[in-house]
């Protein structure tokens, strides 16, 4: 198992690509909650990020609102099966932790996918900050309140600004 990683601008400050085996398997923020240790990222090297990069670039100039970049997706079952239903939430919109839940088929399993939410491994890519609290609030975001608010804010069209266009 061969892992590579990269480093790249954003918006949102600096962001982590992380490859195991050539497919993208983490794109973390800095000081991200449940962030992997940086020396388990392998050696620096762009090689495998081409992609990635490419489309991380149109997405923060507004012009990507889908991703289809090769996932490598490592984690449970169930953490698996939220992360694949995360990335069916359109652009600009949300979802409640409750209606994922529902999603699945599980209705009491909101809290479980909260758990599973916040074990994301592959930020923006797989829209983890498009879920939201019951009452329409912000909860938890691995990359912190602030960005998550940004994220969405820019999702819907009031976050196209010169400071968000650094690519």
Known sequence: MERLHTLIDSPYGP??????????????MTEQRH???????GDRDPAPFGAAIGQLEAYF??????????????GTPFQRLVWDELRRIPYGETRTYG?????????????AVGLANGKNPIGVIVPCHRVIGANG???GYGGGLDR????????????????????
Do not use: H, I, W
């Open 148 to 167: 998550k608010q940004r994220l969405l804010t820019f999702e819907r069209g009031a976050g196209r600004t010169p400071e968000n266009a650094l690519f």
């Open 99 to 111: 209606e994922l839940a529902e999603a699945l088929g599980k209705p009491s399993a909101s809290r």
């Open 61 to 74: 100039a507004g012009e990507l609102t889908e991703f289809d970049v090769p996932l490598r997706l490592d």
């Open 35 to 41: 962030r992997p240790a940086d020396e388990t990222f």
């Open 137 to 139: 609030s912000l909860t």
């Open 15 to 28: 962001l982590t690509l992380v490859a195991t085996d050539g497919v993208l398997s983490g794109l973390y």
